[in-house]
């Protein structure tokens, strides 16, 4: 069942990924369809400035706060890394349950502030949606630090935050951009033969995708154009410094996008975490003072 959910979503989902997720996408794809196989559960770990949890659940099932255990003015940082997909599979969380633990983070009244680690080539575009809600609204300091790449859909979710920074000059950014994914059988090398009946009442039903695998791609085109311009209006509201270059799906290094406002900096976690206690300091001096 966990397959198929993986294979719907991947088919049903827009794409914003670079092409070094594309690959790793495809390979699980083609390996789930060949029967091959072999899936492999990968533990991740949140860490902060005072220690480390897992994820856990009640008898209910219903998430912990795993936070409320650690020590007061602790800094959460957590990881998101590898493929962004809506829901959790064998090697990594789902944005469904990174955008729990955030949401956890913010409740509990021992973290001061949030640092999202990201190494992401981004990932489908419905991943995204429930990582905007929950950075919409963020209650407590939240930086993003690219440690390798922060490309696509995790460039999106990163233009949230308050401020972007990354772990050294060729960490790679942007990649704001869409594309869909068609996968076409092939009647060749089938064993089965695949056969779509469209009733003259259903004459629209995906109209864009049969006309873009007969190769007439335009009403795909406008349904993309639709969704690049949502993203594209999202970083420039998050960020008004931007340039409007940066909008069209290139990646960049980071010595590069920081001049052209895609991040704030290139300095060290160690150096991030830094600013935030100094910030979490900063405003608690000031409402001791009001």
């Known amino acids: 069942m ?12 827009s794409l914003m990924i670079h092409s070094s997720g594309y690959e790793s996408l495809n390979q699980v794809a083609n390996s789930i369809l060949t029967g091959v196989f072999q899936p492999e559960t ?93 950075f919409r609204e963020k209650t407590k300091p939240t930086f993003g630090f690219i440690d390798g790449m922060c490309s696509s859909c995790g460039y999106i979710a990163f233009s949230y935050l308050d401020k972007i920074y990354a772990i050294n000059k060729m960490a790679r950014v942007g990649g704001i951009g869409v594309f869909a994914r068609l996968i076409l059988p092939n009647i060749e090398n089938s064993y089965y033969r695949v056969v779509e009946v469209y009733p003259n009442e259903s004459k629209d039903k995906n109209l864009p995708e049969r006309e873009a695998a007969a190769g007439k791609d335009e009403k795909l085109k406008q349904e993309l154009s639709r969704l690049a311009i949502y993203f594209q209006d999202i970083v420039k509201e998050n960020r008004p410094a931007i340039n409007a270059e940066t909008l069209t799906g290139k990646t960049y290094f980071a010595c590069d996008a920081e001049p052209l406002g895609m991040i704030d900096g290139i300095r060290t976690l160690a150096q991030t975490v830094e600013e935030l206690e100094n910030l979490v300091a900063m405003r608690k001096e000031i409402l001791l003072n009001i």
């Open 2 to 13: 966990v397959r198929q959910q993986f294979l719907q979503e991947l088919q049903a989902s």
């Open 42 to 134: 990968v533990e991740q770990t949140i860490i902060s400035t005072r220690g480390e949890i897992y994820l856990e659940k009640d008898e209910s099932g219903q998430p912990q706060n795993p936070f409320d255990n650690w020590q007061q003015g602790s800094i959460a940082i957590i990881p998101l890394v590898g493929i962004m997909m809506k829901y959790g599979y064998w090697w990594s969380y789902g944005m469904d349950d990174i955008a729990t633990i955030i949401r956890l983070a913010y409740q509990s009244e021992k973290i001061s502030a949030v640092i999202i680690k990201a190494d992401t080539p981004g990932g489908s575009t419905d991943s995204l949606f429930l990582i905007e809600e929950v």
